[in-house]
Nanobody, 129 residues
Framework: QVQLVESGGGLVQAGGSLRLSCAAS????????MAWYRQAPGKKRELVAA???????RYASSARGRFTITRDTAKNTLYLQMNSLRPEDTSMYYC???????????????????????WGQGTQVTVST
């Protein structure tokens, strides 16, 4: 089972930026998709951004234009660059990886939580006013 470890969360003022990282214990080339999810207290976990094996990306409407998901296959690391942060972005952010066989996941299929079999422990992002 692959291990995913997130880092980079913290406290930032509204309008600021953070970059989250997710380091995998093995090659991320074995994943057909990776994603960032977030969950605020009392709310359902939601997809923030996802990237397919081929590099196609998909964003939640709340993240589009402000967040960018990228990966470094040499470092086996997934990133989430978050700019123009808002108080409503305050959440625990989780990295997830899918090892399925669907080549269209993310590309043309909106990923579901059940598509991802590996999850990190989360990193807290708090945006103050």
């Amino acid at each position: 089972q692959v291990q995913l470890v997130e880092s980079g969360g913290g406290l930032v003022q509204a309008g600021g930026s953070l970059r989250l990282s997710c380091a995998a214990s093995g090659s991320i080339l074995t994943f057909n998709a990776m994603a960032w999810y977030r969950q605020a207290p009392g709310k359902k976990r939601e997809l923030v951004a996802a990237i397919s094996a081929g590099g196609s990306t998909r964003y939640a409407s709340s993240a589009r234009g402000r967040f960018t998901i990228t990966r470094d296959t040499a470092k086996n690391t997934l990133y989430l660059q978050m700019n123009s942060l808002r108080p409503e972005d305050t959440s625990m952010y989780y990295c997830a990886a899918a090892q399925g066989s669907d080549p269209f996941l993310v590309v043309s299929t909106v990923p579901e939580e059940t598509d991802f079999g590996s999850w990190g422990q989360g990193t807290q992002v708090t945006v103050s006013t």
